[in-house]
């Protein structure tokens, strides 16, 4: 499985700083994991892309340029939010320059919907809004699991944009299975995975930039993760604005790298 390290923060809007020493740490934390629970010991070939902390310009067309080179499946540890869109819109060129079906299923686990403007380089708080307003997502192809906190912009480009979202209070409800069981038939394009870390629980993920108490456990993330992996339609993953220098114990960057061994080899 291929592992790109992305160590960037500047786009973090000062929640972020401290995010771009995630992957090296993250990696590190697989020295004491031996397998998945699927029972996989994983192998990877780690790659990392350059980029500069005070340019996020450069750093994202430097991100956007390595992703549409891209052939093969693969998981990007992040780093800031803002990394998502130069993946997703390069991934897009990767697929339309192979002859493949380049629209993508988006899922993206996070507490907040990172809607607020359209800023050009994106930051980490407006993202997902910049790639749907260029053309990267649909709407209709974008689901958002775990949120908790909007600004009322945010929300009313949700419902503006008809963009489905199940907030922690839907989830409760519902139950995550049933979620999981529901966003999967959305949709039978090819998956497209992002997840902030900030949708767990502050309880077991403190090492982030935003702490939103009331989110998802580290057990229905971990559920979710596997079931999106047994769909099959999973090309590209990336987990971002883990912060080490937020941690306690390596909590945060431990369960980085779990999630990392269940979405390995699929």
Do not use: C
Request: no cysteine; proline share 3%; net charge negative.
């Amino acid at each position: 499985m291929k592992l790109i390290k992305i160590p960037f923060s500047g786009a973090g809007l000062g929640h972020g700083n401290g995010a771009n020493e995630a992957p090296d740490i993250i990696i590190k934390q697989f020295e004491e994991m031996f397998a998945n629970e699927q029972g996989i010991t994983p192998s990877f070939s780690i790659d990392q892309i350059s980029v500069d902390e005070s340019n996020i310009g450069e750093s994202h067309k430097a991100i956007e340029n390595f992703s549409s080179n891209l052939k093969e499946k693969a998981i990007f540890l992040g780093g800031d939010h803002s990394i998502t869109q130069p993946l997703v819109k390069g991934f897009k060129k990767s697929l339309e320059e192979q002859n493949k079906d380049s629209e993508l299923f988006f899922i993206v686990f996070d507490a907040h919907p990172d809607m607020m403007d359209d800023f050009r380089p994106p930051t980490q708080e407006d993202y997902l809004r910049v790639l749907i307003e260029e053309g990267s997502l649909k709407s209709e192809n974008v689901v958002l699991l775990g949120t908790r906190n909007w600004d009322k912009q945010e929300l009313d480009y949700l419902n503006e944009k008809k963009i489905n979202y199940y907030s922690m209070d839907t989830i409760l409800k519902k139950g995550i299975v049933n979620v999981i069981k529901e966003v999967l038939a959305f949709s039978s394009k090819n998956i497209y995975l992002s997840i902030d870390i900030d949708a767990v629980d502050p309880v077991e993920a403190i090492g982030t930039g935003y702490l939103e108490h009331g989110g998802l456990s580290s057990r229905e993330l971990i559920y979710s993760v596997q079931e999106i992996v047994k769909s099959n339609r999973l090309l590209v993953a990336d987990i971002v604005e883990v912060n080490p220098s937020k941690d306690i114990n390596f909590m945060t960057s431990k369960l980085a790298a779990k999630l990392v061994f269940e979405l390995a080899e699929f």
